[in-house]
């Protein structure tokens, strides 16, 4: 199942600075997993405290939530309020 991968300048290291990526996986855990693959040392970045937008959705619990085929799902740096 390919997903295009968006990931903010932050999250950019491990991928040379590549903005954009595919993926593969049903949710956005597996979704990390493949990127952490491809890309080690991603996964435990993304992890670490950054939103998931799925198709324009901000997913509050991102790790178990499926992604369709062809999703356009952004990890971007959390916001602080307050």
Do not use: C, K, N
């Given at each position: 199942m390919a997903v295009r991968v968006h990931?903010?300048?932050n999250l950019r290291g491990p991928t040379g600075g590549i903005a954009e990526v595919?993926?593969?996986?049903?949710t956005v855990g597996a979704l990390i997993d493949d990127l952490d693959r491809r890309y080690p040392g991603l996964g435990d970045a993304l992890r670490a405290g950054v939103s998931v937008?799925?198709?324009?959705?901000?997913?509050?619990h991102p790790e178990y939530e499926p992604v369709a085929d062809g999703a356009?799902?952004?990890?971007?740096?959390?916001?602080?309020?307050?």
């Open positions: 990931l903010s300048s595919e993926a593969d996986g049903s937008v799925i198709d324009g959705l901000l997913i509050a356009q799902v952004y990890f971007v740096p959390q916001t602080a309020g307050g």
